[in-house]
Each structure stands twice: as C-alpha cells, then as structure tokens.
C-alpha cells in the first residue's frame, strides 16, 4: 500500500498558538489531500478537501480561517491549526489520494490544547 | 454513498476466525465495498475491497453476497493485535470524493 507520514505525531501547545501539521506521500503524487478529525470516542469526519495548487473546500461548520491548508505540491500538504483553543484539540488525519483505487491514510497527529 | 450498518462491537477468540458482517442493502452497480480498520491511535488501514466477486489478499478475505446487498471480512486467525475498530464502507467515486466513515465494529480479540 502507499506510505503516508505526517508530522508531528503529537502536539502540545498553549492556547492561542498555532500549529502546524505535515502530510506527506512517499511513495505516489497526490493530486487530493482530504483531511479528517477524530474526537475522541467519535468516527473520522471530514474537514476540508484540497486540490494541488487550489485553495481548499471546507465541510460545514469548519472554519476555513482558522483551519489553514496548503497543497502546493503533489506530495506535501499543510495544515495550521490558528489559534487554537482546548477544543481545537483533538486527532487529526490526513489522506493523500492520487491515481489509485483505493484512498491510504496517514498516522494522525493528536493535538492536545492546554 | 450506500448506508451500512455493522454491529456495534464483537469478541473473537485469539487463533479463531474473526468474521465481521456488513449489511448494504442500497448499494448501487458501481459502488465497491471498502473495508479499513483503526487501531487505537492510529489512522485507519486499509484491508480489502471489492466489487461482487470474492477478494483475499494477505489480510483478510471478503465474502459479497450474489445480491450484493450484505458482505463478511474474514480475519482467518485473529490475532490481539487485530484488535480494532472495523469499518465496511461503500465507495463509487475513489480519489474524488473523501470516503466516509460510519461507526464501524469494535472487535476485540481475546486470549
């Protein structure tokens, strides 16, 4: 299968910094970058969708402002958390997909906001 | 995409077969079942995946109904480290549209 990483694989900040996530492809061009949170005891939900070299669609109810997302090449995708609060905390998941049949996810990153 | 309903949780004896249904009564031609799973802390990994023909691969093995309305994963030797939360998904439009995850089963293998 394709090998996703992220970066870091956990965080620790105080509110009201900013935080930035890494995604990245290894081993294929990924043309989409979905990117999912899970709240603890809850299912993955999909928070915003980009297309390399496009800005960014969110689902509803995700602030695009606060959530950042950069796509600017085929294998790296950001996300910066602004801001973030104790309730922005919370694992986040990324997932590349490309010319394949079947969608791969990275590790997560668990966010934690004091 | 096509509704599932999987059970909430299942036990499986370390060494047995772990066989996890997954009922998609509204599934349409082209859509293909997707099976992934979460282990804690982790992101999903995905399993298998097919269309109406019977899959396995070095994972699992997945039985789909000739109506394709239901489906079963088979682990074949559950092992505790296949303790996780088990997801059937249904999918027609890969690398377009994000997959969408239901509540899946929590299985847990005992020793």
């Known amino acids: 299968g394709a090998v996703v990483s992220q970066h870091p694989s956990w965080v620790i900040c105080k509110s009201g910094t900013s935080v930035k996530i890494e995604c990245r492809s290894l081993?294929?061009?990924?043309?989409?970058m979905f990117w999912y949170r899970q709240f603890p005891k809850q299912s993955l939900m999909l928070m915003a969708t980009s297309n390399e070299g496009s800005k960014a669609t969110y689902e509803q109810g995700v602030e695009k402002d606060k959530f950042l997302i950069n796509h600017a090449s085929l294998t790296l995708s950001t996300l910066t958390v602004t801001s973030a609060h104790p309730e922005d905390s919370s694992f986040y998941i990324c997932?590349?997909?490309?010319?394949?049949?079947?969608?791969?996810f990275g590790p997560g990153t668990r966010l934690t906001v004091l | 995409d096509a509704k599932t309903t999987q059970p909430t949780s299942m036990d499986c004896a370390e060494g047995r077969a772990a066989n996890l249904p997954c009922n998609h009564s509204t599934i349409s031609g082209n859509e293909y079942v997707y099976w992934y799973r979460q282990i804690h802390s982790q992101g999903p990994q995905y399993i298998i995946h097919?269309?109406?023909n019977n899959e396995t691969n070095e994972m699992a093995s997945l039985i789909i109904t000739e109506d394709r309305k239901s489906s079963t994963l088979i682990l074949p030797h559950a092992t505790l480290r296949d303790t996780a939360v088990y997801y059937c998904?249904?999918?027609?439009?890969?690398?377009?549209?994000?997959?969408?995850f239901g509540s899946g089963t929590r299985l847990q293998v005992q020793p």
């Open positions: 997932s590349p997909t490309g010319s394949v049949d079947t969608q791969y």
């Open positions: 081993d294929f061009q990924a043309t989409t």
């Open positions: 097919g269309l109406k």
């Open positions: 998904i249904v999918f027609g439009d890969t690398g377009r549209r994000a997959l969408t």
